[in-house]
């Protein structure tokens, strides 16, 4: 392999809080994407000569989270760094025990996910709020999930040791006051939880564990289950999920696929009853398996997707962006009202150009 293609090999991908931009962690520093506009991936780097691993804006302003990564890192792995891109300069740095896996940023908190711990820290003074152990053994796999939402506070994570397996929601008060529930779901012992998400307003919380054919949908403020959804995959290992706007719709991509589920009438069903379930002192829980909405096939094998909405015609349009994670960009129309239909490409390019 050439030094220049070692040079562009893009080593993490993630999104901003309302999809709109793009950040590629890459070997030599790092790429902003503007996803805004249909027709033209508008984008700024940063050339550090050095790699960045994982790295994290801050809804869509100048502020990021990086973290070193590749074969010759920025600085190690265990090390976070707050980084003012208009500035161009560090404005704090936070050293863990273990490596880093994850971070998160909103304008109040950050959320940083290592080996072992899960640690939730204040934005302002950069103060530790808590301190969650995920036990002894180290991790390359923490499933958990946060809301970005600046009203709403709630952190989900996969607490394994050798007798418990738990998915563990957490609500945190405008003072930082917890309360906590147990999600009830029927995950074997030691099965991982690969992924989680919230939806936007954190009533919802879906989960995707390592070994299963199923997304699982759950109320987040009661723990009850609403739905799974039947992925008829082999694969089993789902890269990223995301709930649509409002929350009709769900998108997940594993290896070379791409699915979409309609969630609408069963969230609705299940609102209903949970609230005649409230009223009764009983608990809902419906054995309901929703099957493919809408699909498609990529030609990459690790991609991360979300709806996106474009003003054509006067008129809300909404699509599904996948971005591959050898630099390609997919954009997807999906019929909403259909059913087991094939989703339509009607974009495809290679982003990534050997210019970096």
Same mark, same amino acid.
């Given at each position: 392999?050439?030094?220049? +293609?070692?040079?562009? +090999?893009? #080593?993490?991908?993630?999104? @901003?809080?309302d999809k709109s931009c793009?950040?590629?962690?890459?070997?030599?520093?790092?790429?902003?994407?503007?996803?805004?506009?249909?027709?033209?991936?508008?984008?700024?780097?940063?050339?550090?000569?050095?790699?960045?691993?994982?790295?994290?804006?801050?809804?869509?302003?100048?502020?990021?989270?990086?973290?070193?990564?590749?074969?010759?890192?920025?600085?190690?792995?265990?090390? #976070?760094?707050?980084?003012?891109?208009?500035?161009?300069?560090?404005?704090?740095?936070?050293?863990?025990? @273990?490596?880093?896996?994850?971070?998160?940023?909103?304008?109040?908190?950050?959320?940083?996910?290592?080996?072992?711990?899960?640690?939730?820290?204040?934005?302002?003074?950069? +103060?530790?709020?808590?301190?969650?152990?995920?036990?002894?053994?180290?991790?390359?796999?923490?499933?958990?999930?946060?809301? #970005?939402?600046?009203?709403?506070?709630?952190?989900?994570?996969?607490?394994?040791?050798?007798?418990?397996?738990?998915?563990?929601?957490?609500?945190?008060?405008?003072?930082?006051?917890?309360?906590?529930?147990?999600?009830?779901?029927?995950?074997?012992?030691?099965?991982?939880?690969?992924?989680?998400?919230?939806?936007?307003?954190?009533?919802?919380?879906?989960?995707?564990?390592?070994?299963?054919?199923?997304?699982?949908?759950?109320?987040?403020?009661?723990?009850?289950?609403?739905?799974?959804?039947?992925?008829?995959?082999?694969?089993?290992n789902v890269k990223f999920?995301?709930?649509?706007?409002? @929350?009709?719709?769900?998108?997940?991509?594993?290896?070379?696929?791409?699915?979409?589920?309609?969630?609408?009438?069963?969230?609705?069903?299940?609102?209903?009853?949970?609230?005649?379930?409230?009223?009764?002192?009983?608990?809902?829980?419906?054995?309901?398996?929703?099957?493919?909405?809408?699909?498609?096939?990529?030609?990459?094998? +690790?991609?991360?997707?979300?709806?996106?909405?474009?003003?054509?015609?006067?008129?809300?349009?909404?699509?599904?962006?996948?971005?591959?994670?050898?630099?390609? =960009?997919?954009?997807?129309?999906?019929?909403?009202?259909?059913s087991d239909t094939l989703?339509?490409?009607?974009?495809?390019? =290679?982003?990534?150009?050997?210019?970096?």
């Amino acid at each position: 392999m050439s030094e220049k +293609k070692i040079k562009n +090999k893009i #080593l993490y991908l993630s999104f @901003n809080k309302d999809k709109s931009c793009l950040s590629l962690g890459m070997q030599n520093g790092y790429r902003i994407y503007d996803l805004t506009k249909k027709d033209n991936l508008f984008f700024y780097e940063r050339n550090f000569g050095k790699g960045i691993g994982i790295i994290e804006m801050l809804e869509k302003t100048n502020i990021l989270g990086l973290v070193g990564g590749g074969s010759d890192p920025w600085d190690k792995p265990n090390k #976070l760094f707050i980084y003012d891109d208009r500035e161009g300069k560090v404005i704090a740095n936070f050293g863990f025990r @273990n490596n880093i896996l994850n971070i998160r940023l909103k304008k109040d908190k950050m959320l940083v996910i290592c080996e072992t711990h899960i640690f939730l820290i204040n934005f302002g003074d950069y +103060k530790t709020i808590e301190s969650i152990s995920l036990g002894e053994e180290k991790r390359s796999i923490v499933g958990f999930a946060f809301t #970005l939402n600046s009203q709403v506070n709630k952190l989900a994570y996969n607490f394994i040791n050798s007798v418990e397996n738990k998915i563990i929601v957490n609500n945190y008060d405008e003072n930082n006051k917890k309360t906590s529930i147990e999600i009830k779901s029927n995950l074997k012992q030691n099965n991982l939880i690969r992924f989680m998400e919230f939806s936007k307003k954190g009533q919802f919380l879906v989960v995707a564990a390592v070994k299963s054919r199923y997304l699982e949908l759950f109320n987040s403020e009661t723990g009850f289950s609403i739905c799974k959804c039947d992925m008829e995959s082999d694969s089993l290992n789902v890269k990223f999920i995301c709930f649509s706007k409002d @929350n009709d719709f769900l998108c997940c991509s594993l290896y070379g696929e791409c699915f979409i589920f309609n969630i609408k009438s069963v969230v609705n069903t299940q609102e209903e009853d949970e609230e005649m379930g409230n009223l009764n002192n009983i608990e809902i829980n419906r054995d309901i398996k929703l099957k493919i909405w809408s699909k498609f096939y990529l030609p990459e094998k +690790k991609a991360i997707c979300s709806f996106i909405h474009f003003l054509e015609d006067e008129q809300d349009k909404e699509y599904v962006v996948c971005i591959g994670i050898k630099g390609n =960009y997919y954009l997807v129309k999906f019929d909403k009202d259909k059913s087991d239909t094939l989703a339509e490409k009607v974009c495809e390019k =290679y982003f990534l150009k050997n210019d970096c």
